[in-house]
Nanobody
């Protein structure tokens, strides 16, 4: 059984940092593309950062580029999102996801076409 379990969310002041983790079981990270997505209340889910299955290519949403970093540890089966200079507009539920390696490296969740999703971790940034 494949499971993705996020952790690390919480309440932080604007300008602060948070590190999200996604523990993965039941699959090898280097067999899949992985990504972080978020959804704020009343808004559609959006892509934040994605990483190619071989790990040598990453894409970021314009809104987080330069502030967020996606990484992973294949041996530990962990996916990470390091978030800095957080803004109130970063407030959302954050989800990790995995897609087959031959799916498009697209930040649009529909086109990323994740096969597996985590349950989410809440990030709240206060002004």
């Amino acid at each position: 059984e494949v499971q993705l379990v996020e952790s690390g969310g919480g309440l932080v002041q604007a300008g602060g940092s948070l590190n999200l983790s996604c523990s993965v079981s039941g699959l090898a990270l280097d067999d899949y593309n992985e990504g972080w997505f978020r959804q704020a209340p009343g808004k559609e889910r959006e892509g934040v950062a994605i990483i190619y299955f071989v790990g040598n290519y990453k894409r970021y949403a314009d809104s987080v580029n330069g502030r967020f970093t996606i990484s992973r540890d294949d041996a530990k089966r962990m996916l990470y999102l390091h978030m800095t200079s957080l803004k109130p507009e970063d407030t959302a539920m954050y989800y990790c996801a995995a897609a087959d390696y031959d799916e498009p490296m697209n930040l649009d969740p529909a086109r990323f076409n994740a096969k597996y999703w985590g349950q989410g971790t809440q990030v709240t940034v206060s002004s």
